[in-house]
């Protein structure tokens, strides 16, 4: 890139190799080259980069891609902010990377990790060397199967979990529908729905055991979801300030939060889980729904810290967070783009929920939610367009299969 700069061990090795190196700068050179490079190779910054790409070395890159070569990135794109995974400037768009010791925050959080392409880790021996606590982690199958719960020969459906859905309005009873399909394959035994869908929730699913009262007087639940579809009038306030004077875990999703007292959430003795997408968690930090997605990182851990809760923030990267501290964020590994559809948010929350009053703790239980919608989004979807009741019935097969 910069003539004169280049590795001293490096260039050897290139050479010994029948490479050659050149000026970067060198307009002729790429002339020479026009529509006949394989391959491209990007190690221009590290790690230690910060920033985008210098004005010289982003002309450079938009010259030796021009031409469709593949491109491979060096531990990560250049260009990246490696430990946030925000990008600032101009960056290198890989269709692979090799990544060496460990795997970087750039790399699994968005926007950054869009443009890493597919990964292969390479151990080079750093393993002595690594925190025994990482700042990211991801579940894997073997992870999610050990989270998911299993009734025993004794179990009952109240002994399995009953979960309360607060959802749905007369403007929007296809929420409260939503979100229990999803709560009736999260594992619990029983779901109880208290709001104005019950007709509508019958009529899809029979086996809800539905109440027209305010939440608390629907009966004993494990766990509550609030929010999905509630709208903004008196009933939805009352909904929310009810379920959060509960003494059992909450999750707040989509019109609950926009109702939401930060000073209410922490003063809680039970667990709460909120789940906004971008703009709803742009609204409660008080900034732009643009620095939410540039800083999908940052908004999670300051979310769970302002709120004392567990967040689930939604998006092309799904982010887990906890308030307790030295406690890794997790990132979601599953998922389609078909999954940005109308409804699917509402099948989660209801999932989540679920495995709330199952007796997941909240981290595990929004993290196997998050994992097994994007699972059920594969199958539902495969490459083409799902609506969320399909995703919500592909649910048990996705379970299946993480338990096979």
């Not at 925050?105 to 880790?121: H, I, K, T, W």
């Not at 009810?242 to 209410?264: F, K, M, N």
């Not at 939410?292 to 004392?308: I, P």
Request: hydrophobic content about 45%; glycine content about 14%.
């Amino acid at each position: 890139v910069v003539p004169g700069r280049a590795h001293e061990g490096g260039g050897a090795a290139l050479r010994a190799a029948g490479g050659h190196l050149v000026d970067g700068e060198d307009s002729t050179v790429h002339e020479d080259w026009a529509g006949r490079i394989d391959l491209v190779v990007d190690a221009i910054t590290g790690i230690g980069g910060r920033g985008g790409l210098r004005p010289g070395a982003a002309a450079l890159v938009r010259r030796y891609t021009a031409h469709g070569a593949p491109v491979l990135a060096v531990d990560l794109p250049s260009g990246v902010e490696a430990d946030t995974g925000e990008v600032t400037g101009d960056a290198v768009r890989a269709d692979a990377t090799v990544t060496f010791g460990a795997y970087k925050p750039a790399l699994l959080v968005d926007p950054a990790a869009e443009r890493a392409g597919a990964l292969s880790l390479v151990d080079i021996g750093l393993g002595p060397e690594l925190p025994e606590v990482p700042d990211l982690e991801a579940l894997q199958y073997a992870d999610l199967a050990a989270l998911l719960p299993v009734p025993a020969a004794e179990s009952d459906k109240y002994r399995r979990g009953v979960v309360g859905i607060a959802a749905g309005s007369a403007r929007y009873p296809g929420a409260a529908v939503l979100a229990v399909s999803g709560a009736l394959r999260g594992g619990a035994g029983a779901v109880r729905y208290a709001g104005p869908g019950a007709d509508a929730v019958i009529a899809r699913h029979p086996e809800t055991l539905v109440h027209p009262g305010r939440p608390s007087e629907a009966g004993r639940v494990q766990a509550w979801v609030v929010g999905p579809g509630l709208g903004d009038g008196t009933e939805a306030v009352d909904a929310v300030s009810d379920v959060l004077a509960t003494d059992v875990p909450v999750l707040v999703d989509a019109d609950g939060l926009r109702l939401l007292d930060p000073a209410v959430v922490r003063g809680r003795t039970a667990p709460t889980v909120l789940t906004p997408h971008a703009g709803e968690a742009a609204a409660l930090l008080g900034t732009a729904r643009e620095e939410v997605e540039a800083g999908r990182l940052a908004a999670v851990r300051e979310l769970a810290a302002r709120f004392g809760a567990t967040v689930l923030l939604k998006g092309s990267t799904t982010l887990i967070a906890s308030a307790a501290p030295h406690t890794p964020v997790r990132v979601n590994p599953t998922g389609t783009p078909w999954l940005a559809t109308a409804g699917s948010g509402d099948v989660l929350s209801g999932l989540a929920g679920s495995l709330l009053a199952a007796g997941l703790a909240p981290l595990d239980a929004a993290s196997a939610a998050a994992h097994l919608h994007g699972l059920a989004a594969r199958r539902a979807a495969d490459g083409s367009p799902v609506a969320a009741l399909d995703v919500a019935d592909a649910i048990p097969a996705a379970w299946r299969d993480v338990l096979a």
